[in-house]
């Protein structure tokens, strides 16, 4: 069996939105999670602001990315999911949002939560009742606890469990 090298993730769940929500207007912008598509990483780049190499998640064929895009605006990418489908449950392996609504000025609230719902959707999708791992790191493993209903599991992995992946899939995915 092949050792998966973890990565401990440091996204900020800076509010649970119902889409993605402007920080200067205040209004909620409907949104869309697809596959990333190669033509996408003309966009993906150090230069843009993306942290972590995204090419090595996409080529990795034990991993799915996704991105998330406003709804009738896909040419801008609001954030960037990395995951691996095991046996019982779904495993986050990155999560980013785009540069710009990271830090004091941000441009949406909401990302990282509709990313982390989106897995916790597909978890369901899978039947694994909406279980999904991560490993956190040490300084925000109290953040995931408060906001992401998460609990530990063992040294930095994190572990949502069926209500709380309800709970997040009903905030960001209405039927």
């Not at 843009?48 to 990315?65: L, P």
């Not at 899978?126 to 490993?135: C, L, M, N």
């Not at 998460?150 to 039927?175: C, E, N, V, W």
Request: hydrophobic share 40%; charged share 25%; with cysteine.
């Amino acid at each position: 069996m092949k050792k998966r090298s973890s990565i401990a993730l440091d996204f900020e769940i800076d509010r649970l939105t119902n889409s993605i929500q402007n920080t200067i207007s205040g209004d909620s912008f409907q949104t869309d999670v697809s596959l990333v598509a190669k033509s996408d990483f003309k966009l993906i780049t150090k230069k843009n602001g993306w942290s972590f190499n995204w090419k090595n998640e996409f080529n990795d064929s034990a991993k799915e990315v996704y991105k998330l895009t406003v709804v009738h605006n896909f040419n801008v990418i609001q954030g960037l999911l990395s995951l691996s489908i095991e046996t019982d449950h779904v495993f986050m392996n990155l999560v980013e949002s785009a540069a710009f609504n990271i830090g004091k000025n941000k441009l949406y609230e909401g990302v990282a939560g509709n990313l982390v719902a989106y897995a916790c959707k597909v978890s369901f999708q899978k039947g694994f009742e909406g279980f999904v791992a991560f490993d956190a790191k040490t300084k925000l493993i109290r953040h995931y606890e408060k906001t992401l209903g998460a609990y530990r599991f063992g040294g930095q992995r994190m572990i949502i469990p069926t209500h709380a992946a309800k709970f997040l899939i009903d905030k960001y995915f209405k039927s």
